[in-house]
Every structure is written in C-alpha cells, then in structure tokens.
C-alpha cells in the first residue's frame, strides 16, 4: 500500500464527523474524550493487526524456507538413487547379448554331448545361469566403477 494512499484513524473519524456536517469544535467536550478513546482504540487494533499479519507472513517465509530445503534434499537423493538404475536401451542390448551367447552355449554343449540332450540341457541351464552370474557381476562392478 502506498504512503499516499493511507489515511490516519483520526483522519478518517474527522471526514466522517464532516460528511455529517460536524466539526470537531462543535462536539462537546465529553463527546471528545469519547471519540478520542475510540480513536485510541482503533489504533490499538490495527497496530495490533498489522503486527500479527507481519508476524504471520515471518512464520510463513520461515516455513516456505523448510519446505525448500526440504525439497532440495529430495531432489538429491532422487539423482543418488537415479544412478542405480541403466536405460532400457542399455539393459536390452545387455540382455540381448546374453540370449545370443546362452544359444550358442547350449547348442555347443549340445555339441559336445551329442546325442545326450538331457544332459547337455542340464549342463547348459547350468553353464548358462554361471554366465548370467558373472554378467551380472561385471555389470554391477563397472556401474560402481563409475
């Protein structure tokens, strides 16, 4: 609010008694101590007023400020864990290699063991779940590497 905009308490009681075609001089002097007391009063009660919403809007910066820093921190725990994870792209190519070298195992062990299916089928779930393994585990390390 502008300075030029603001009218005194006592200001306005003043147009208020003009508007109703009376002056200050024309009220008695009871009539005086009366309005100087309200006047007083009103005083008081925006003083009081403007102190409480000046209070309120301290309490309420203060409380936006928590919630920033708040914010903040969830921002940069979200990034930490971000980093856990790897693109679709990365772990579809990943995984498609790792379906391409568990066929070419199973048809080696099949190979291998010729007519014994059974077996090189055992031998290869086997073989393969050992590849996933330390796949999994080279993934892993380089992801901690960096």
Do not use: P
């Amino acid at each position: 609010m502008n300075e030029a905009d603001r009218v005194s308490v006592r200001e306005h009681i003043e147009r208020i008694l003009l508007e109703n075609n009376l002056r200050r001089d024309d009220l008695r002097r009871e009539d005086r101590r009366w309005a100087e007391q309200i006047i007083s009063s009103l005083k008081e009660r925006f003083d009081s007023s403007v102190a409480e919403v000046d209070k309120a809007r301290q309490h309420q910066a203060k409380e936006y400020e928590r919630r920033l820093q708040d914010l903040n921190h969830a921002h940069t725990e979200a990034q930490r864990v971000l980093h856990t994870y790897v693109t679709r792209a990365v772990y579809e190519k990943d995984h498609e290699a790792l379906r391409l070298f568990q066929g070419r195992v199973e048809v080696e062990m099949a190979e291998r063991f010729g007519k014994s299916k059974g077996l090189a089928l055992v031998i290869g779930v086997i073989y393969s779940t050992v590849v996933v393994t330390i796949t999994a585990a080279c993934v892993f390390f380089n992801f901690i590497r960096g």
